[in-house]
């Protein structure tokens, strides 16, 4: 099978990504891997797309889709694929379908993690930290004692990012980037959405049911 996997900060993707490719025997790609090894490795487009890195630039879309499709063509994609942080914009999406269409290897299904932003800003904002290394979670892992580390007796502390104003930042740039792509895969039939509120098995489960009725 051959799969696209959304989903906004906080909703599980990762978890969910990695538990899926190690269900179905598929490689998980990471478009943030996938660049790290081909810089690691010095190959030419590793080379062109560290020249942009270096910079603090984003990598041209047309160095990334050509190491997407290096990526698709190893032998471990033989049995289907699994992308993750790629596509991001409608000619992101484009140019993918048309590498597909190249290698013959096109989508069988988008999935799409669906978390209300009220249940994700909870998620994300809920994390404290203790300078002992030692973290929490308010709804998922308190401490014993609030605002104090169990293990050290220090103060807790929220970071920057996990504070509410700017999880709110952060999902509503991920809506507004994700929203043309959600569309855009809905009209070609292939968008199926998931509820991501229940447990991390309850979201597997789900997403399974769909796969296994995609398979070929």
């Known amino acids: 099978m051959n799969i696209v996997l959304f989903g906004p900060p906080g909703a599980g993707k990762g978890t969910q990504a990695k538990e899926l490719a190690k269900h179905y025997t598929i490689p998980h790609i990471s478009t943030g891997d996938i660049l790290r090894a081909n810089v690691r490795d010095g190959t030419t487009l590793g080379i062109k797309a560290k020249e942009y890195m270096d910079k603090g630039e984003l990598v041209p879309d047309e160095v990334l889709i050509g190491i997407i499709r290096d990526r698709l063509q190893q032998p471990d994609c033989k049995s289907g694929y699994m992308l993750d942080g790629y596509p991001r914009t409608i000619p992101q999406a484009e140019a993918l379908k048309e590498i597909l269409a190249t290698i013959s290897k096109p989508l069988d ?3 799409n993690i ?3 932003d009220k249940e994700l800003i909870g998620r994300l904002s809920g994390r404290r930290m203790c300078s002992c290394g030692e973290s929490y979670h308010m709804m998922f892992n308190p401490p014993l004692k609030q605002g104090i580390c169990d293990a050290c007796g220090g103060k807790l502390y929220q970071r920057d990012d996990d504070k509410e104003e ?6 509503e740039v991920y809506t507004a980037k994700t929203k043309p792509l959600i569309d855009y895969y809905s009209n070609m ?6 509820d991501g509120t229940g ?8 997403i399974c049911d769909v796969l296994d009725s995609h398979k070929k």
Do not use: A, H, M
């Not at 700017?166 to 999902?171: A, E, F, H, S």
């Open 199 to 206: 447990s991390v098995e309850d979201v597997f489960r789900q």
């Open 109 to 111: 299904v988008v999935l």
């Open 114 to 116: 669906e978390v209300p």
């Open 166 to 171: 700017v999880v709110r930042q952060r999902l």
């Open 189 to 194: 039939g292939i968008l199926v959405n998931i």
